[in-house]
């Protein structure tokens, strides 16, 4: 049932025409200033209650204006973009039937990919790919791995530099040798490691070469020839013996380079032989000529010969000594047959004598079998030394008429002798024969001479024996033991 106040005041609402609607009964807002109007007396419907709805409505005027004036960006924004709806609309119909129609060929194309960069599948540009990532998670260690060669040079270029006593460097350089070889020996298909290997072969090589030259240094002492050998037989394995031959071929190898230093170093008394080579040609023309006197007093020089036999026999003396006594402590013998009986078995065949060599049965039939395993390059080692200094000493010893300067070299031949002796190679019978190619020296006076200073030296050397078994014992007798090297039944006559 309608409201009699509202029903009372419809005669005074606004026309139909008028933009602004009728308020409706089931308006709560009208509902509500309906039921305040029924509360207030009728005085105040003719003076406040005009007052207070002008207010009221010049209060929602001011509101609206200031809403207006905040909304209107967004009202005008809004506006366009109603506008544009018109428009948008169809175009995203269109672009959305478009994606509707594109979505078969993109599923084609997502399983073509996923068929053909599958792990599964062979793919060279996927293969690539995986490389380049590998290479790119082991760049250091690649890093590492290419400077090895470069860290094996310098290895070896500074132990160059600095001598073989320094032993850090080649050591580092054998290391780093042997950790290459072990990584060709696992990754032999890669081209990376096996240019890595060839260039550290080349580097061993310049390594062999440098140590080799080492052991032709004039002062090398055991200990650095030791050294030397035991890196030569890792960087050259296939040089080392096995168990037919135990010294293999770095025996003669260091054998040919201490014999080079050797020689070398008697090269440096080429002007002393010099001069001795003037003396010789004085003496062989004065002895041709018809005035030839008949006495050996006939030829008085020789000063210059003697000076250089002299150095001669004391380098060939010491070296020869250093060398074979330093070959037989870096190649032992082996406990089967030793370097001394080889060598004694060698100089008995040329008439001479071996003192250390025990006293052996005559050779059984396998020692003389031709096919037998090689004796020890030391075996005739010894051989080419003493051919050396008889050589010289026939050639130049006839210049020395001097009857105490001739002794005087003998003598030092003979302990030259002895020294060897110690060793093994006693020569001192050879000396018999010095003066036998000489067509115009006295073979009665060669060997009186020969004898005499024989006998002086074992005399020499008994005194020196019984001096030091007497009073030198506690420093060690064994340092005179050299005459024992010449003790010969043959001087009884």
């Known amino acids: 049932m309608a409201d009699p106040l509202y029903e009372l005041l419809v005669p005074y609402f606004d026309k139909p025409a008028s933009p602004r609607p009728v308020p409706s009964v089931s308006d709560q807002v009208t509902a509500k200033y309906l039921n305040r109007l029924s509360t207030l007396p009728l005085a105040s419907l003719t003076s406040t209650e005009p007052q207070s709805l002008a207010q009221s409505s010049h209060t ?28 948008s609309l169809p175009q995203l119909a269109a672009e959305a039937e478009s994606l509707r129609n594109e979505i078969p060929r993109l599923d084609e194309q997502a399983v073509a990919f996923s068929e053909k960069y599958s792990r599964s599948a062979e793919n060279e540009v996927l293969d690539r790919r995986k490389k380049a990532l590998l290479m790119a998670r082991n760049v250091d260690r690649l890093s590492d791995i290419l400077d090895l060669p470069t860290l094996l040079a310098s290895a070896i270029s500074s132990s160059t530099a600095q001598g073989t006593s320094h032993t850090v ?64 037989r890792r960087v050259a394995p ?61 030829w008085s020089g020789g000063q210059q010969t003697e000076r250089y036999l002299k150095r001669y026999i004391e380098i060939f003396r010491e070296q020869s000594f250093a060398i074979i006594s330093m070959y037989k402590s870096i190649f032992p013998a082996g406990p089967d047959t030793s370097a001394s009986e080889d060598l ?124 030091a078994s007497g009073g030198g014992s506690g420093r060690g007798g064994k340092a005179f033991s050299l005459g024992d090297g010449m003790k010969s039944p043959k001087l009884n006559a």
Not at 272 to 281: G, H, M, S
């Open 60 to 87: 929602a005027l001011l509101s609206l204006q200031s809403l207006s004036a905040r909304s209107n960006p967004a009202i005008v924004a809004s506006s366009d973009h109603l506008s544009s709806l018109r428009t």
């Open 169 to 232: 460097n080649y050591a580092s350089a054998l290391d780093l040798h042997s950790h290459i070889k072990r990584l060709h020996l696992l990754y032999q298909d890669s081209e990376l490691v096996s240019s890595i290997y060839q260039q550290t072969e080349e580097a061993m090589q310049e390594m062999t070469s440098n140590l080799i030259a080492s052991l032709r240094s004039q002062n090398i002492k055991l200990a650095a020839g030791m050294r030397t050998v035991g890196w030569l």
């Open 238 to 298: 296939e040089l080392d013996g096995n168990s037919s031959n135990r010294e293999g071929t770095l025996g003669a190898l260091f054998l040919v380079c201490r014999l080079a230093t050797l020689v070398s170093m008697l090269s440096a008394l080429d002007p002393l032989r010099d001069l001795a080579e003037q003396e010789t040609a004085i003496r062989l023309r004065e002895s041709g000529s018809t005035a030839r006197k008949t006495t050996n007093d006939a």
């Open 344 to 467: 004694g078995l060698k100089l008995k065949s040329l008439g001479l004598r071996s003192v250390s060599a025990p006293q052996s049965p005559p050779p059984t039939q396998q020692q003389q079998d031709p096919l037998s395993p090689l004796p020890s390059s030391l075996a005739t080692f010894p051989l080419h030394l003493v051919g050396l200094l008889t050589e010289t000493l026939k050639q130049y010893l006839p210049n020395v008429r001097d009857r105490s300067s001739r002794e005087s070299l003998l003598t030092q031949v003979l302990y030259c002798a002895g020294s060897l002796g110690r060793l093994g190679g006693d020569f001192s019978l050879l000396l018999a024969d010095l003066g036998h190619g000489d067509e115009n020296s006295d073979e009665e006076e060669d060997d009186r001479e020969w004898v005499e200073a024989m006998k002086k030296h074992r005399v020499l050397a008994g005194k020196l024996e019984s001096l």
